[in-house]
């Protein structure tokens, strides 16, 4: 079973829902104990009662079961990295001439949305937001359209009539700055204001795709309900499918600038398949998600086992770490490796086979537990995952693995970002880490674009330092390709006490900076096509147009750097030749 969830079964009481995502058989029905909420395709969202999590796995139409896990932003530094200059309309932002994107949605998934910024109103005041969707539990759901049993779901009549009163955020009991926790600006509201901002706002706060509809999908977990800005990975699929079922029949495109670090990386993940599927299911539709800014976090190390041979990696906890550490090794389903975990200043190894879960025990005390799965169900290959509680020693723990049986002998293994937590992170040493397939849990996918970010100085495009390289761990190029992400301008969201929609502007860097480019320039896209473009045609139309730039990694660059005039010059190509008619 899924180490997250004999996680999840430990920390929760029999009586109370764990969130899972499920993989059915196809021809089966669900189980009754599994209370499904979304569906995609095969895939499932849902809740199960933690006592009744074993029954549901082991149920004959269930695959695979996984447990939620955490997302968060993926915003860099609000400082600008030297050298670099900010972007303006030549360089990125939205090009004289191209289309709006008016009759197209574009939906963002974030935190801190500041629906009463100018960035976010059409000329005479009103909102152009459908429906803002408030994931945080406070006080059960509200909305008739709520199906999802949490939240609040506040429509486009609700806000505008919040918009008319002397304080809106009182109103609607909302305020962005409340996922403000850098003094900045919320994530959310520049994100969105990058990719869509108005004509009309502020010079600056402009996006991309200016007339396009918006839909905000405030996110928020179960799994640390009082920790701001964090969702999880059951909730962004809920949160998908909120923005699917308010566009309905509308071309729409999302944006999701968040991810963390584990995983497998290799696109079969059931939130990568569930995304690739809702992707396929229909023409006109579009996910962008950010690369990630973890190539220089020290969170990856790869290697290669020989035949009798061992490979000893060093995972370094902080001293006073509030946090569970977690580590995942991936390696081929062909090989058998042996773990050992050597626990700082000890000699002895915890030994765990092929197979084995064991608890790591010091002192009469757990502080914590290593699962080595045989044949992951999704990917067929071993995993191991290895969780040290915050009581665990702090210092350097040793992972070693043995081969056994040795056919392939790679391996990757990645430590998780800690939850927002400063200082709390957990890493390998400098000499043992790699950049390379640095990308985000959910930035691996086959239908979805996955942006990396570039700084734009005098001398020409260069990759951020920050952003995240490939290759898959199936060895694909990722990211798909590379936009503005160093020293960003767009709308800052309203600081606590000051009059609405006065907060004007900010910069960020971050691949979450970089992916509501491409989501802005997929939704003027779709909104200039003569029809709804299927997700083979719009990767085509923007890959094929991207600037490649002499010089660059191609697994940290993809295809190189988005040219959103070039998209539509061969959009136009494209029509003249009858391939979009």
Known sequence: ???????????????????????????????????????????????????????VRAHPAVVS??????????????????????????????APGI?????????????????????????????????????????GPAGADNIYGYGRILDRARIDRALTTPDPYSDLDYHPAVSDLTGVGAHGTLVMSIAAGSASAPAGAEGVAPEADLVFVHLATGLLPDTANLGDSVRVLEGIEFVRRIAGTTPWVMNLSLGRTGGDKSGRSLVERAMDHVVQAAPGRAIVQSAGNYFDKRTHAEGLIRAGRAATLEWRIAPDDPTTNELEVWYSGRDVFRLELVPPGAVRPFR?????????????????????????????????????????PAGAWQVRLVGRDVVDGRFHAWIERDAAIPGAQSRFPPEMSSPRSTLGTIATGYRTFVVGAAGL????????????????????????????????????????GAPRGSGGLTALSGTSMAA???????AALFSAAPRKLAAPETRAL??????????????????????TRAVFDSLARSLKRGNTT
């Open 457 to 496: 100085t005098p001398g020409g495009p260069v990759i951020a330092p920050f952003s995240s390289s490939g290759p898959t761990r199936d060895g694909r190029v990722k990211p798909d390709l590379l936009a503005p992400g160093v020293s960003i301008v767009g709308a800052r969201s309203t600081p606590a």
């Open 516 to 522: 509501p480019h491409v989501s802005g320039t997929v």
């Open 352 to 392: 765990v086979e092929l197979g084995d879960r064991v608890a790591i025990q010091l002192d009469g005390q757990i502080v914590g537990r290593a699962y080595h799965r045989r044949h992951e169900p999704l990917t067929g290959d071993q995993h191991v995952d290895i969780f040290l509680e915050p009581g665990a």
């Open 1 to 55: 079973m899924d180490p997250g969830l004999e996680e999840a079964i430990l920390r929760t009481p029999p009586g109370e829902e764990i969130e899972a995502v499920a993989l059915l058989r196809p021809g089966h029905s669900s189980p009754d104990a599994l209370r499904v909420v979304t569906t995609f395709g095969p895939i499932v969202t849902g809740r199960i009662l933690a006592g009744a999590v074993r029954a």
């Open 99 to 139: 289309p709006a994107g008016r009759g197209v949605i574009l939906g963002v998934l974030d935190w801190g949305c500041d629906f009463a910024h100018p960035a976010f109103l059409r000329p005479d005041g009103t909102t152009r937001l459908l429906a803002l969707w408030d994931q945080r539990q406070r006080g």
């Open 65 to 94: 079961l996984k447990a939620a896990r955490v997302v968060e932003l993926s915003a860099a530094s609000p400082a600008a990295v030297p050298g670099t200059v900010r972007t303006g309309p030549s360089l990125g932002r939205r």
């Open 542 to 563: 923007v890959l094929g147009s991207a600037e490649w730039i002499p010089g660059l990694d191609p697994d940290r660059a993809g295809s190189g750097l988005l040219d």
